[in-house]
Nanobody, 122 residues
Framework: QVQLVESGGGLVQPGGSLRLSCTVSGGALEHYTIAWFRQAPGKEREGLSCLRLDDVYILYADSVAGRSAISRDNARNTSYLEMNNLRYADTGVYYC???????????????WGQGTQVTVSA
């Protein structure tokens, strides 16, 4: 039973940065791609990016191009999402997901974390 737990969300000023963590239990992170999604208030769930098993980074959302990166620490079973130059539109609930193969479609993701709130405000 794979479980994902996100952490690191909170209040961030515009132009600031943050790092979200995704800790995996019940399975080995090295066997899963990690895709991060977010959902802004009143908007659809949006796939941001994915990290393949070979650590190739796949960008899904043009809105975060050049401002986001995913990394993994297999020894700690933890993946990280880094965001910088944050904007008001980045506000939302951020989710970590896992599946054998990268996909931007939410229904292709096998496991989901509970989400962590990110609020960009001055």
């Amino acid at each position: 039973q794979v479980q994902l737990v996100e952490s690191g969300g909170g209040l961030v000023q515009p132009g600031g940065s943050l790092r979200l963590s995704c800790t995996v239990s019940g399975g080995a992170l090295e066997h899963y791609t990690i895709a991060w999604f977010r959902q802004a208030p009143g908007k659809e769930r949006e796939g941001l990016s994915c990290l393949r098993l070979d650590d190739v980074y796949i960008l899904y959302a043009d809105s975060v191009a050049g401002r986001s990166a995913i990394s993994r620490d297999n020894a700690r079973n933890t993946s990280y999402l880094e965001m910088n130059n944050l904007r008001y539109a980045d506000t939302g609930v951020y989710y970590c997901t896992a599946a054998p193969i990268c996909s931007r479609r939410w229904y292709d993701r096998d496991f989901w974390g509970q989400g962590t709130q990110v609020t960009v405000s001055a």
